[in-house]
């Protein structure tokens, strides 16, 4: 048998230049893994050295540098959903840098599950628990209201997220409150994540590329939250050629642009959201009465590439929201922040990321009844640096380590008159400073085949800061304005308290086989800003507190286990998750508190802690015709008081259901392709009802009724239960078709169920009645148009 030129050469190779060590190496072969369709970069993509079997994955940025002991080798590229791709290359004692396009599987490009966890068996491999990973491009083809696809609502279906309820701003994470929730927007902190008071997340599914949700074991080189981190990545523009999205629906419209100014170099992606609910409040009736609404959003990004080892972006976004409710009162917030984010590869085995951002939320209140004119503001800013060195000595071995600072400005509130009526008193409460710093390291590594460990530490140091005079009270007391015994006043930048601790975190992965894998988990968090609210849901009233003298950091620690299981070469997938949470430092309130506008906030707060538990099971089929996904949640949170006093006391000092306890919950998806672009696809929801507190029985005191309350949050809402149904036509008929349309027919709430969002009473005579308030009561239809060309 004849031998190839080719083979020989390789031969010669192989014996001019033997293998050396990795610290030896002399050639690297450099480039950038892309999508073929989007030109979008793809991380953790496998480079393969077929010579040798060594390999990389890409990072974030899609670029890999593999060393070689020859010039003249040969790759292979493969990344899950993707068709491999095989090249040769030549060195010849030089670098080179390629770029490679990858090409999506026919099915995964055409037909992928709406919301999926991870694909394969990824979800089986990795170390990580407790995560959820959203496709925001699928949510398009499920069922939406409003004709709106939503981040949030998505996530809600998911095992351990639920929310307060219907219409209701921010979402609840295994029993923690929606303040304890780190949303992250390119690295920035977003304060406020609803439009509309919680109809619309306040960020657009156009905008994003990737959606993860750590529902509790975040990693290190996060922290200042105890519930979960929600980490949303804006997408990249393309490098080769303009794209435009968009979309119409009943009560919004948007048109989203990307494309590069530079070819190959700089990038940008664009994009505008506007809303018009009036047209649908209007047909609503009395229901809103003379309510109105009008919100927007944009969002810019613009990205260059230095070289192969280099690249920064600067992101940034801005939202509105105007509500007026029955004419005599009206809320406005916004949301500005601006991210920069720089990432270098130092060497094949050392990066950096960089990031440094300013985030901004303010929150307005317009009265507007006639003589009783005023505009009360409040305000939350924070302004962000943080370093991360990466390093990975193998692929199987990953170290981080970095450090945050972090600079908080709040203002609780103005109320200043807008007329001279004369009776409004102007009142400012004085604004508040802190200051957090915090190192962090993490290791992840294969110990075997079949064990990986990932440990971290995080250690964060918190000042209260002045400007600030601090009152002291009375011993032996409870805290009020009458109890105030002397005050101290501190100079700008004087740290006023010190809070500070360690932040450990562990998980351990069990390979027990190649489709079945135990994991355990063990996180500990620190969250120095608490959300003052006299609503159980987010509300334009609410504000936000810094910890100080009175209002301790809080405090939480989570153990999570979970076994995962994957079936019929990864065509079915279930896990099971069972967690415990404990948090100190909570705050609750004082029956019949004054928060807006308190000058002596800490005299309506309690000092509390907390305790969540549960477990979660889903189950889903992620390929064929019919695909769906089961989710069922069994979860209790709840909090106790702590307090010397007996006035204070709350349900005599024992555990009593949180506002967000809301055992049993179930989300049943299922989609069904129906051939020639169309699916159906359904949803069902059901909830355990919100705890409440109601009247139970009335008195006669000094000739007047008094009506007498039960214990705190001993009675609930009825159970929460809603049907959703939709059909989408997806006019994609190939991978590398540009233009193409999804239109979304979707009917919300199909069988009208009056879900009750709250349940209040009034007196008639000596009667007590009460009323159920429901926000949606009736079948929504909607028709939405989506468009790519």
């Known amino acids: 048998?004849?031998?190839?030129?080719?083979?020989?050469?390789?031969?010669?190779?192989?014996?001019?230049?033997?293998?050396?060590?990795?610290?030896?190496?002399?050639?690297?072969?450099?480039?950038?893994?892309?999508?073929?369709?989007?030109?979008?970069?793809?991380?953790?993509?496998?480079?393969?050295?077929?010579?040798?079997?060594?390999?990389?994955?890409?990072?974030?940025?899609?670029?890999?540098?593999?060393?070689?002991?020859?010039?003249?080798?040969?790759?292979?590229?493969?990344?899950?959903?993707?068709?491999?791709?095989?090249?040769?290359?030549?060195?010849?004692?030089?670098?080179?840098?390629?770029?490679?396009?990858?090409?999506?599987?026919?099915?995964?490009?055409?037909?992928?599950?709406?919301?999926?966890?991870?694909?394969?068996?990824?979800?089986?491999?990795?170390?990580?628990?407790?995560?959820?990973?959203?496709?925001?491009?699928?949510?398009?083809?499920?069922?939406?209201?409003?004709?709106?696809?939503?981040?949030?609502?998505?996530?809600?279906?998911?095992?351990?997220?639920?929310?307060?309820?219907?219409?209701?701003?921010?979402?609840?994470?295994?029993?923690?409150?929606?303040?304890?929730?780190?949303?992250?927007?390119?690295?920035?902190?977003?304060?406020?994540?609803?439009?509309?008071?919680?109809?619309?997340?306040?960020?657009?599914?156009?905008?994003?590329?990737?959606?993860?949700?750590?529902?509790?074991?975040?990693?290190?080189?996060?922290?200042?939250?105890?519930?979960?981190?929600?980490?949303?990545?804006?997408?990249?523009?393309?490098?080769?050629?303009?794209?435009?999205?968009?979309?119409?629906?009943?009560?919004?419209?948007?048109?989203?642009?990307?494309?590069?100014?530079?070819?190959?170099?700089?990038?940008?992606?664009?994009?505008?959201?506007?809303?018009?609910?009036?047209?649908?409040?209007?047909?609503?009736?009395?229901?809103?009465?003379?309510?109105?609404?009008?919100?927007?959003?944009?969002?810019?990004?613009?990205?260059?590439?230095?070289?192969?080892?280099?690249?920064?972006?600067?992101?940034?976004?801005?939202?509105?929201?105007?509500?007026?409710?029955?004419?005599?009162?009206?809320?406005n917030w916004e949301s500005n922040l601006v991210s920069f984010n720089y990432n270098a590869d130092i060497s094949p085995k050392l990066s950096l990321k960089l990031n440094a951002n300013y985030s901004q939320f303010i929150s307005t209140i317009n009265g507007l009844d006639k003589y009783y004119e005023f505009k009360l503001p409040s305000s939350i800013t924070q302004k962000q640096l943080k370093p991360v060195f990466v390093y990975k000595p193998s692929d199987k071995h990953t170290i981080e380590t970095g450090v945050d600072f972090i600079l908080y400005g709040i203002s609780p509130g103005s109320r200043t008159p807008t007329s001279d009526s004369g009776s409004i008193i102007p009142l400012t409460i004085p604004k508040e400073q802190g200051r957090e710093m915090a190192l962090f390291i993490s290791d992840q590594v294969e110990i075997t085949d079949n064990i990986s460990l990932q440990v971290g530490l995080r250690y964060a140091g918190y000042d209260y800061l002045g400007p600030k005079k601090v009152y002291s009270y009375d011993s032996g007391v409870p805290l009020s304005k009458e109890t105030i015994a002397d005050s101290t006043t501190f100079t700008k930048n004087k740290s006023i308290q010190h809070y500070g601790g360690l932040e450990p975190r562990v998980s351990l992965k069990i390979g027990l086989r190649d489709d079945l894998s135990l994991k355990l988990s063990y996180n500990r968090g620190q969250q120095f800003l608490h959300l003052i609210s006299n609503t159980t849901s987010i509300s334009p009233v609410d504000f936000w507190k810094l910890s100080d003298r009175f209002i301790n950091r809080q405090i939480g620690d989570q153990y999570a286990a979970g076994v995962f299981k994957n079936f019929n070469s990864n065509q079915y997938e279930a896990s099971f998750e069972t967690y415990y949470k404990t948090t100190q430092n909570t705050v609750q309130y004082k029956d019949g508190a004054l928060l807006l506008l308190n000058p002596y906030i800490e005299t309506a707060l309690l000092n509390a802690r907390g305790r969540a538990y549960g477990f979660e099971f889903s189950v889903a089929k992620n390929s064929g015709k019919v695909t769906g996904q089961v989710n069922y949640t069994y979860s209790r949170s709840q909090v106790q008081v702590l307090t010397q006093f007996a006035s204070e006391t709350v349900n005599g000092g024992n555990y009593y259901p949180a506002d967000i306890d809301r055992p049993h919950n179930l989300a049943i998806m299922s989609k069904i392709k129906l051939g020639r672009g169309w699916s159906f696809s359904s949803n069902f929801i059901f909830s355990s009802g919100r705890p409440a507190t109601y009247p139970d029985g009335n008195y006669v005191f000094n000739g007047g009724i008094v009506t007498n309350y039960s214990l705190r949050n001993m009675d609930r809402l009825p159970a929460y239960h809603r049907l959703d149904a939709g059909f989408t036509f997806v006019s994609k008929r190939y991978a590398e078709q540009k233009s193409y349309s999804i239109w979304n027919i979707s009917f919300y709430n199909i069988y009208m169920h009056k879900n009750a969002y709250s349940i209040y009473f009034r007196r008639d005579d000596t009667r007590l009645l009460a009323y159920r308030l429901s926000v949606v009561g009736g079948l929504i239809p909607s028709l939405s148009w989506n468009y790519n060309f």
């Open 1 to 331: 048998m004849p031998v190839s030129p080719r083979l020989l050469f390789r031969i010669l190779l192989l014996l001019l230049f033997p293998f050396k060590s990795m610290a030896q190496l002399d050639f690297k072969a450099k480039g950038k893994v892309i999508d073929l369709d989007t030109h979008l970069p793809l991380k953790n993509v496998s480079v393969v050295l077929d010579q040798t079997l060594a390999g990389v994955s890409t990072n974030d940025s899609g670029y890999f540098v593999l060393p070689s002991p020859i010039p003249y080798f040969s790759i292979t590229i493969s990344s899950v959903g993707y068709l491999h791709a095989s090249r040769e290359i030549n060195l010849l004692g030089d670098s080179a840098s390629l770029t490679i396009e990858l090409k999506k599987k026919a099915n995964e490009q055409l037909d992928e599950v709406v919301v999926n966890a991870y694909k394969n068996n990824n979800k089986i491999k990795a170390v990580e628990m407790n995560i959820v990973k959203i496709n925001p491009e699928m949510i398009k083809r499920s069922p939406l209201l409003f004709g709106e696809a939503d981040i949030i609502k998505a996530l809600i279906l998911q095992p351990g997220v639920t929310s307060t309820g219907e219409g209701a701003g921010g979402f609840n994470v295994r029993g923690g409150n929606a303040d304890q929730n780190l949303v992250l927007l390119d690295g920035a902190p977003l304060f406020n994540t609803s439009h509309l008071l919680g109809f619309y997340t306040s960020v657009s599914p156009d905008a994003v590329q990737d959606v993860t949700l750590y529902k509790g074991g975040m990693p290190s080189a996060y922290g200042g939250r105890l519930s979960s981190l929600l980490n949303m990545k804006i997408k990249s523009g393309n490098v080769s050629r303009m794209q435009y999205t968009g979309g119409v629906g009943p009560m919004s419209g948007r048109f989203f642009m990307n494309g590069p100014l530079i070819k190959d170099k700089l990038t940008f992606i664009a994009g505008f959201r506007a809303a018009y609910p009036d047209l649908i409040l209007n047909q609503l009736g009395d229901k809103f009465g003379s309510s109105r609404a009008f919100f927007y959003d944009g969002i810019a990004k613009a990205e260059y590439t230095i070289n192969h080892a280099n690249k920064l972006s600067v992101t940034g976004y801005r939202s509105y929201d105007k509500f007026r409710f029955d004419g005599s009162t009206a809320y």
